[in-house]
């Protein structure tokens, strides 16, 4: 399945980590977060992307046909030789399309619509999101519903305690956020072809394509309690980058690995 990959925002949240890398491009340990992305869908053997640039454009063009593959890759250098281990971009297909800097996620996604009108389903994602979510079960659900459209629900990563007040002001409950019945979308979808039949010019993709799709009753949402980080702030990336330290990664094939062995000893 073709993967698109929406990278061409300006990130002004987290413009504090630097003016001169784009988004995409800061870096969670020794690769940038699109490529921990990347991985994650190449692992569960999605690996034809197309890539909706923006912002600093050039730099990821440079990234991905300039830079040196051995620069992101573990390696073994002896007597001057360099050995790759797990090159695994060499097998990928990437496509690098200039979709505009003042353009929403939407207008990005029409502006790539050749490339995936014929197939039968496609991925999206928002490239700055980190899940451990099962895709091969994810997909499997959304081929069953028969639905347009379906995207990654999650809870909100808060700290807050929720308060239930009525009217009066009388406080109901105090509850932790993960006790609440609050999902949000965690920038994940899969999509069928038909999702540019909803869709008009200069319109969000989330706003008002999905809410014909919402009359139509071809929207589904998957709601995932695992793992699931974004990277919107400074802080945001500092935690992630604390986890790759750690060597604390439930998005790669290793972390999920783990995941899974410790739900099989629980069980």
Same mark, same amino acid.
Request: glycine share 8%; aromatic share 10%.
């Given at each position: 399945m073709k993967v698109v990959l929406f990278c061409g925002g300006m990130g002004t949240r987290i413009r504090e980590y630097s003016e001169s890398v784009p988004k995409p491009l800061i870096p969670l340990g020794s690769q940038p977060i699109m490529r921990h992305v990347m991985q994650y869908y190449a692992d569960y053997g999605h690996d034809d992307f197309v890539l909706c640039l923006g912002y600093k454009a050039n730099t990821i063009k440079d990234f991905f046909l300039n830079s040196k593959p051995q620069n992101y890759s573990?390696?073994?250098?002896?007597?001057?030789?360099?050995?790759?281990?797990?090159?695994?971009?060499?097998?990928?297909?990437?496509?690098?399309?200039?979709?505009g800097i003042w353009r929403n996620i939407?207008?990005?996604?029409?502006?790539?619509?050749?490339?995936?009108?014929?197939?039968?389903?496609?991925?999206?994602?928002?490239?700055?999101?980190?899940?451990?979510?099962?895709?091969?079960d994810m997909i499997a659900?959304?081929?069953? =519903?028969?639905?347009?459209?379906?995207?990654?629900?999650?809870?909100?990563p808060l700290t807050y305690h929720l308060a239930d007040i009525e009217d009066s002001g009388r406080v109901r409950e105090f509850r932790s956020s993960n006790r609440s019945e609050i999902w949000i979308n965690g920038g994940y979808f899969l999509l069928r072809p038909e999702i540019f039949d909803y869709m008009r010019e200069g319109e969000e993709?989330?706003?008002?394509?999905?809410? !014909?799709?919402?009359?139509?009753?071809?929207?589904?949402?998957?709601?995932?309690?695992?793992? $699931?980080?974004?990277?919107?702030?400074? !802080?945001?990336?500092? =935690?992630?980058?604390?986890?790759?330290?750690?060597?604390?990664?439930? $998005?790669?094939?290793?972390?999920r690995s783990i995941d899974r062995s410790r739900i099989a000893k629980l069980s």
């Open positions: 573990d390696c073994v250098v002896s007597g001057g030789e360099v050995e790759l281990l797990g090159d695994i971009q060499k097998s990928w297909r990437i496509s690098l399309i200039d979709t939407g207008e990005r996604l029409w502006a790539v619509r050749d490339y995936v009108k014929n197939e039968r389903m496609f991925l999206a994602n928002y490239s700055d999101g980190l899940t451990n979510v099962d895709l091969d659900r959304f081929e069953a =519903s028969g639905k347009i459209a379906c995207f990654l629900a999650v809870r909100p993709l989330v706003v008002e394509p999905f809410s !014909r799709l919402i009359e139509d009753d071809q929207l589904i949402a998957y709601k995932h309690e695992g793992f $699931w980080r974004s990277m919107d702030t400074l !802080r945001d990336w500092q =935690s992630l980058e604390e986890m790759v330290e750690r060597g604390d990664m439930p $998005w790669t094939h290793h972390g």
